[in-house]
């Protein structure tokens, strides 16, 4: 056992500040024959459970501290410029001690926060019991005072907090980091501690784990502070001394003070803390008189049965009083009543809720308490899988609400509660590769290409790790071995990358707790001004408090505006509850997969797979959620196959049919993996959900003692040793892929929800899906784009016809007056009321007259003009931009002299006369040219509205697309693509080499990406480039790449566009004129294939000399048609063809 203990380190929880992680600082500790360490990081306690939890398993003792910050005066007074205030090393001597600590550190967090938190001495004398004070070296209270020669201060600041703390229980701390100061202070504290009879102890002020992590220690602080690693005048450890040195090393620094070395000894074996874990702390729900919470519980359940089934059936009785016995059993009645009181208070005040989501939708109590809202009987959804007997755990129930009225859910809970016993959790940002890269750069004061270079050869992936990223990107690695600079910038951001660099709110989590939420977590003000925990999600469950979800959910707000609309605009009332999941509409609509903007169903990748399973059931829809993930992808083809009777279904056994029928013998669900370890091994589902979740984790040997008893179990049911062994592995191999069905059953629910809705209602649906993306004017393109392929007529915003959202107008969407840059909602209210009560503005000068100025002040005014929002008043565009400085002008002071009329109340002061008024005239001015007006609306609205420079070249984009732009985010990297669309911002550069290449970007329809001409393609394409005009269309085939979040064209080959009229006419003069020398080939896409019948009747009534092919894109295959079926090429057919198909269902080429 070593003398030496450490008692004053700071792990990566010291944010921007320890370098120590916390796996690292224990295994060195073992790796120095260390048997306690201790935590005591900076102003807060973010690590303190898990490093316990840590040191406990690898066989260390955790003393778990804080270093406080001491108010110079008051903790409620900002210190002064430049005026730092004092640290203090605290231990928890006791468990009474950790709770004090919570205490304090909350307090200091929650009411002294100014940039650090501090704490007053009162509220230490307060919470002092279980306590060890170390005083902090230099730069606590005693080592400033002694440092600045005050020693008569110093030694009435040591017997203040030796009198505060007890004379045990306060130390004179010693540390020697190589700076002369402290050799100074150290003298001095050596001779107060002789005058004054107090302990002395000798610490390390640990900010990392080896004396060469010093340089990166010193970058990261300087990331902390905002500064270059060469300002002169930044703070910073001097010295490479503050790393965690081995005991020898400590004992040789302080051998002329023995008992200050063996003190460190003496304080570790006072430091006895064990955390209780695992006891939960669940508040109490306020039960009616009379009522037990299981019988309350039972009551409220079978009222709900009532209400969901209207009959007590056997099955419906069986298994609810299951479900309810074992969440008696295993203390959970109270966690059910408290979601229940808030889910009713969410119903009752009008909030939409989800469906469910997780595993909480398979428990019928759940349903029945209106908690969920999918019936887990009539879908075979598992309590088990939700709550198993056979494995403890605290419950787990997410809850969806309306994005918009998620808080007001919150602030009910935090008022039945208590403020002091509810709270939002922390999470942390950390140091991800790329930012790594730029922060480190920044302060090395690397050029800014090298950095940029560097962070850009990262691959885009989720999680990428800077180590991966050299193995997956030759360049970096080449570049990483070849330049000093990049060696350098990438070695000091590893040693960075993954360290904490902020604390975030965790976008859902809240806590409550029985007792004030200091008795078990420290807490901390979100950037909001909340209460938010220190400790993470899964901390908090360690500790025992009850951890929920309470998401907000763009889509139920979208469904309920859409119901909203649909009950304004067409008089019908839609509630989803009172409706089966059959609707004809919504399958055919599933079947074209016709899905963006529907929830979970929108990607390219998922309407492919709809289009090609064409779904007729609820069941297909869940089993498409769960089956388009990664792994589970693979085994789409074998469904889509079976489910079509292209190949046999097949089940191991004949036992098996019932649970495997649905989903065409394919493992879809997890609850399958349950009921067939079940059916065939008799395990019960609790046993089976143990099953479930080991198999899932692939260790050797639990996979064989799983296999053990697996295969008994079978065997003991008659089933023969093979075909156990063959489930078994059928098991493990779809274990990683199995998807909770309770969840899919729910999102199913809503993904269908949104399906029937734009089926059914496609102008409601839209506008209201515009109105919940209108912040995001490339998804606002994208849907628009969608309304005009569905033949919904988008309109211009209008001062007299628009709302804040999108509206519905006759079956037409009228843009919504937030989508306008430069708008702001207190302009939108004052317009909209001012209309409300005036009725429609009469021209410009009108409505500048009655809109308060202050609320649309002249900027919006200008917006509103050339968003086309003036459009239907007298004038046009450029007239009234001429006109709107003296209009607004004007109007403001008819506005000014009104306020004035209406304060000069009872003649008290003399009524000004009002002006005369002069008649409104606009400027005579021509209007701009079109395509100026649509790069008006462009700018202002995100997207072309009243007409689109694109469109005469809609029909040759389509059928030279194979991408748009907004499937380009799913399309993988490197992927061969040919895009069409506009040029817009050409640049020509010589590179370094004086080589020619080019950048622009290329806009269709739904956005924008950059198109970049490497120099071996420039010079193929150069003088193309040369004489493109501005307003250029063109197709750009390359290369897809994905870097650093950013989607680039790499271009192989260009193509200059004409106008279809153009372009068209003269083919199609060539095309009838040789007619034996052209086909015309027709696209049949899946969701087409129901509509042969009526192409036939198109294809007679155009009969003609040209050939015709019908090519399906699933297949890939072409059918030439008889003579029958040839036609006459020409406009007229192509647009029947394409109303019945879609834009760019018609291709002619040359046999």
């Known amino acids: 056992m070593q003398p030496f203990v450490h008692l004053h380190v700071h792990t990566e929880y010291s944010l921007l500040e320890g370098m120590c992680r916390i796996d690292s600082l224990i295994a060195q500790a073992q790796e120095l ?21 840590k040191a406990k398993a690898a066989g260390l003792k955790p003393i778990l501290g804080c270093q406080v910050y001491v108010a110079r005066r008051s ?14 090393i605290l231990l928890a001597e006791t468990l009474q001690g950790y709770r004090n600590l919570l205490q304090i550190v909350s307090h200091a967090q929650l009411q002294g926060l100014h940039d650090k938190p501090l704490i007053d001495k009162n509220f230490l004398h307060q919470y002092r019991d279980g306590l060890i004070a170390l005083s902090a070296g230099l730069d606590g209270e005693v080592g400033q005072r002694l440092l600045t020669g005050d020693l008569h201060g110093a030694s009435d600041a040591a017997q203040e907090y030796a009198a505060l703390f007890g004379p045990a229980n306060f130390y004179l ?6 700076e002369l100061a402290e050799k100074q202070v150290n003298q001095l504290t050596l001779q107060l501690a002789g005058q004054l009879n107090l302990p002395l ?16 220690q010193d970058v990261l602080a300087c990331i902390r502070e905002g500064r270059s690693i060469q300002d002169a005048e930044r703070a910073r450890l001097t010295a490479p001394e503050y790393w965690l040195k081995p005991g020898p090393a400590m004992e040789d620094l302080f051998r002329h003070v023995p008992q200050a070395l063996a003190n460190t000894r003496l304080i570790a074996d006072r430091c006895h803390v064990e955390l209780e874990l695992g006891v939960n702390h669940l508040p109490s729900f306020d039960l009616p008189s009379g009522f037990t919470e299981e019988s309350y519980l039972r009551h409220l359940c079978m009222r709900g049965v009532q209400v969901r089934y209207g009959v007590e059936t056997p099955q419906i009785m069986e298994r609810l009083n299951y479900e309810i016995d074992v969440i008696v059993q295993m203390g959970f009645a109270g966690y059910f009543l408290i979601v229940w009181d808030f889910m009713r208070f969410a119903h009752e005040s009008g909030i939409s809720t989800g469906p469910g989501r997780g595993s909480a939708a398979g428990s019928l109590v759940s349903y029945v308490l209106r908690i969920t809202n999918v019936d887990p009987i009539r879908y075979n959804l598992l309590f088990q899988r939700f709550l198993n007997p056979e494995r403890v755990s605290m419950p787990d129930i997410d809850i969806d609400f309306e994005y918009e009225r998620r808080g007001e859910v919150i602030e009910y809970v935090t008022h039945k509660y208590g403020t002091d016993r509810v709270a939002q959790i922390v999470t942390f940002g950390t140091m991800a590769a790329r930012a790594a890269i730029r922060d480190v750069g920044r302060v090395l004061d690397l050029p800014a290409h090298v950095i940029d270079r560097t962070a850009k050869l990262i691959p885009g992936q989720l999680g990428i790790t800077i180590t991966k990223a050299l193995e997956l990107e030759p360049n970096l690695k080449q570049l990483h071995e070849s330049d000093p600079l990049v060696q350098r910038l990438v070695n000091t951001a590893l040693a960075i990358e993954g360290l904490p660099r902020h604390t975030s709110l965790h976008a859902a989590g809240v806590v409550i707790s029985k007792e004030p939420l200091t008795a078990y977590v420290p807490l901390q003000r979100g950037a909001e001004g909340g209460v ?14 009850l951890k929920m979800d309470f998401l907000g959910l763009r889509y139920l707000s979208l469904i309920d505006r859409a119901i909203e609309i649909v009950r304004k605009t067409e008089g019908l009332e839609i509630d989803f509850n009172q409706m089966d999941l059959d609707d004809p509409r919504t399958y055919e609509l599933l079947m074209r997969g016709d899905t963006d903007g529907c929830f979970q169903l929108e990607s390219s990748g998922c309407k492919n797979v709809l289009r090609e399973l064409r779904p007729s059931s609820f069941e297909d829809i869940i089993a498409v959620i769960s089956l388009y993930r990664p792994g589970p992808m693979e085994n789409i083809p074998t469904f889509i196959k079976a489910k079509h009777g292209e190949t046999a279904v097949r089940y191991p056994h004949p036992d098996l049919q019932w649970i495997l029928e649905d989903t065409y013998g394919v493992i879809v669900y997890q609850e399958q993996i349950m009921q067939i370890a079940s059916v065939m091994a008799g ?12 198999v899932g984790k692939k260790k050797r040997e639990v996979l064989a003692e799983q296999r053990t008893l697996f295969v008994q179990g079978c065997m003991q049911k008659g089933y023969a040793e093979p075909l156990a062994h063959d489930v078994y592995d059928l098991i493990v191999r779809f274990a990683d892929y199995g998807f909770n069905r309770a969840h899919a059953a729910a999102y199913g629910v809503l993904s269908y929800q949104t399906c029937y809705l734009k089926a059914n209602h496609p102008a409601a649906y839209m506008s209201a899906l515009l109105t919940s993306v209108m912040m995001s004017h490339h998804k606002v393109a994208q849907y628009v784009e969608d309304c005009r392929r569905m033949g ?13 959202g999108f509206t519905v107008e006759g079956g037409k969407i009228r843009c919504g007056l937030m989508a306008i840059k430069n708008v702001g909602l207190s302009g939108i209210q004052s317009l909209v009321q001012t209309r409300r009560e005036g009725g429609a503005f009469a021209d410009l000068s009108d409505f500048c007259e009655r809109v308060d100025a202050r609320a649309c002040n002249k900027k919006a005014l200008e917006s509103l003009i050339r968003a086309g929002a003036f459009d239907g008043l007298h004038g046009n565009r450029r007239a009234m931009l001429l006109a709107l400085e003296e209009t607004a002008e004007r109007g403001r002071l008819r506005q000014r002299d009104k306020d004035d009329n209406q304060m000069n109340l009872f003649g008290i002061m003399e009524e000004q006369a009002p002006q005369a008024a002069t008649k409104f005239e606009l400027p005579r001015a021509a209007d701009y040219p079109e395509r100026e007006r649509l790069e008006m609306e462009k700018e202002l609205l995100g997207l072309y509205v009243t ?7 809609s029909r040759q984009m389509a059928r030279l697309a194979d991408k748009r732009v907004s499937e380009l985010v799913e399309t993988a990297d490197n992927a061969q693509v040919t895009m069409t669309g506009m040029v817009h911002g050409l640049k020509q550069i010589h590179t370094k080499k004086g080589a020619r290449m080019a950048f622009f970007q290329l806009e269709d329809m739904t956005g924008m990406v950059e198109v970049v001409l490497f120099p071996e393609t420039y010079k193929r394409c150069g003088d193309m480039l040369q004489q493109l005009p501005s307003d250029a269309v063109l197709a750009v085939k390359g290369r897809l790449q994905h870097k650093e979040d950013e989607l680039k064209l790499l271009a192989d080959s260009l193509k200059v566009l004409a106008p279809d009229d153009e372009g068209d006419l003269a083919e199609e003069a060539e095309i009838n004129s040789r007619a034996d020398e052209f086909v015309l080939y027709i696209r049949i896409r899946s969701e087409d294939e129901a509509r042969l019948h009526e192409l036939q009747t198109v294809l007679t009534r155009f009969h003609g000399p040209t050939q015709v092919l019908l090519f399906y894109t699933a297949s890939r295959q072409a059918r030439a048609l008889s003579e029958k079926y040839a036609v006459q090429m020409n406009p007229q057919f192509v647009q029947a063809v394409e109303a019945l198909l879609g834009e760019g269902a018609v291709v002619q080429k040359r046999k």
């Open 947 to 953: 007409g689109s420079p694109l469109k005469p070249y």
């Open 532 to 545: 938010v925990t220190q400790y993470s999600m899964e901390v908090l469950e360690d500790v025992g408090l």
């Open 33 to 53: 024959g260390m048997d306690t360490v201790a935590m005591t990081d900076s102003g807060a306690m973010y690590g303190a459970v898990e490093f316990y939890k």
């Open 683 to 694: 395990f019960s589902l609790g046993q089976a959900d143990l099953l479930r979740r080991a």
């Open 201 to 216: 102890v000798v610490t390390n002020n640990v900010h990392y784990l080896h004396q060469a992590d010093a340089p990166s």
């Open 173 to 178: 701390e010693l540390q020697d980091h190589g």
């Open 75 to 88: 903790q409620h007074e900002r210190p002064a410029r430049g005026e730092q205030p004092w640290q203090l």
């Open 792 to 804: 919904i007529e988008v309109l211009a915003p209008d001062v007299n016809s628009s709302s804040f």
